[in-house]
């Protein structure tokens, strides 16, 4: 018997998804789960100026949540070309040499999140400090 629940077994799909659809909406907020994978991907995200704010909430039973805040119309462009590279049934993963061969055709106006031992980077910073690892997503 297949189970009918809606949870999703990739974190990272049902966040970028949830991100992407309550742009898409022209929604101006939205409420994900917390955790400490997708506080890293959430803070990044701010850090690089995709979304505006990142609030932190805890509801009456201790369960805390994160409220991020968008950037109003603007992130529908933001996150029209949003798209998983590495999903759990393939990774992908490239070290510092691939990345470097592939850069151009990588396109440079597209920003790559990649997750590497120094914690989640974008492409440029894995490229000057001579790291590789796994391509997340890109935007």
Known sequence: MKNSSSFSH??????LSSIKVNATAG????FIPA??????VINWL??????????????????ITFKIHLKGHISL??????KRISRPGKRVYLSYRELLFHKNK?????????STSAGLKDLNYCIQNHLGGEILFRI
Do not use: C
């Not at 929604?27 to 939205?30: F, G, K």
């Not at 909430?57 to 201790?62: H, P």
């Not at 462009?77 to 949003?82: I, Q, R, S, V």
């Open 10 to 15: 990739d974190p990272l799909s049902a966040l």
């Open 27 to 30: 929604h101006q907020t939205l």
């Open 35 to 40: 955790s400490k994978f997708n506080y890293a």
């Open 46 to 63: 701010e850090k690089a100026g995709y979304i505006f704010k990142v609030k932190q909430i805890k509801d009456l039973r201790g369960k």
């Open 77 to 82: 462009n933001l996150f029209k070309n949003l």
């Open 106 to 114: 990588m396109g440079q106006f597209n920003t790559y999140l990649i």
